[in-house]
């Protein structure tokens, strides 16, 4: 499908998955909206590199809901309108599951702030706008550590469980102007997990049925599939992991 006049909103576009599903928004016509956190340069590189005009870059810290409000007035100040969000942003970090003293409440704090709420402060600021396209779509990137239970540590397993029974709340909620979806990944080739290098990666995938590494561009093609063709699915957890979850 053309996505010529739609605008869409990649919360967490800079880098790794967020960066490949802006690149595919805008080869398929979407007004692209880059959202970063830290990550101005790579961010404005992105945005330099796409077809199409009038793309735009906006800082947006998902842990702190003033710059989540700001981010989205700025946002439709700019563009007008708001067709598509993905909520990419998200933080994690390597935590055995059996050391419970490990995963201290500061960093649980951290992974609940920027997992569940960040995506909950994205959809509340954008839903107006969303709501007024008629025809809109929300893609949340989740992980089958929701439903897996395993995954870098215990508490972004939870965040990612509550990221996807979120996704199907607001499905009934927000229906029938906006569908909400969940894209669930396994291991990525991106640096999102410390210490993952493409070695640890491929050791993960040889043990899957497709025996290959998932990459960005395998993500950012899902949250295509539920943009322009999946348009009967909403409250929908779509997997894409190379069939990880079955071993």
């Known amino acids: 499908m053309n996505l010529e006049g739609r605008v869409a909103i990649v919360v967490g576009g800079s880098s790794g998955i967020g960066a490949a599903t802006v690149r595919m928004l805008a080869d398929g016509g979407a007004t692209v909206a880059i959202g970063y956190n830290s990550g101005m340069e790579r961010a404005e590189a992105l945005r330099a590199s796409l077809p199409g005009e009038g793309h735009s870059v906006f800082q947006i810290a998902i842990d702190q809901p003033t710059s989540v409000v700001a981010a989205a007035k700025g946002v439709l100040e700019k563009h007008g309108r708001a067709d598509i969000l993905v909520n990419s942003a998200g933080t994690t970090r390597p935590v055995p599951h059996a050391d419970l003293d490990g995963l201290d409440d500061a960093l649980l704090d951290e992974i609940m702030a920027s997992n569940v709420q960040g995506p909950f402060a994205t959809i509340r600021a954008f839903a107006p706008?969303?709501?007024?396209?008629?025809?809109?779509?929300?893609?949340?990137?989740?992980?089958?550590?929701?439903?897996?239970?395993?995954?870098?540590?215990?508490?972004?397993?939870?965040?990612?469980?509550?990221?996807?029974?979120?996704?199907?709340?607001?499905?009934?909620?927000?229906?029938?102007?906006?569908?909400?979806?969940?894209?669930?990944?396994?291991?990525?080739?991106?640096?999102?997990?410390?210490?993952?290098?493409?070695?640890?990666?491929?050791?993960?995938?040889?043990?899957?049925?497709?025996?290959?590494?998932?990459?960005?561009?395998?993500?950012?093609?899902?949250?295509?599939?539920?943009?322009?063709?999946?348009?009967?699915?909403?409250?929908?957890?779509?997997?894409?992991?190379?069939?990880?979850?079955?071993?």
Request: charged share 20%; glycine share 10%.
């Open 129 to 247: 706008a969303l709501k007024a396209s008629g025809d809109a779509v929300i893609i949340n990137i989740s992980s089958i550590s929701g439903f897996t239970g395993s995954g870098s540590n215990v508490g972004y397993c939870a965040s990612k469980g509550a990221l996807d029974t979120m996704t199907l709340s607001l499905a009934r909620a927000l229906g029938p102007e906006i569908r909400v979806l969940a894209v669930s990944p396994g291991a990525v080739a991106t640096d999102f997990v410390a210490g993952r290098d493409r070695a640890a990666l491929e050791a993960i995938a040889a043990k899957t049925p497709l025996k290959r590494v998932v990459e960005p561009s395998d993500v950012a093609r899902t949250v295509m599939a539920c943009i322009t063709h999946l348009t009967a699915t909403t409250g929908a957890r779509i997997i894409c992991d190379g069939g990880r979850f079955l071993v």
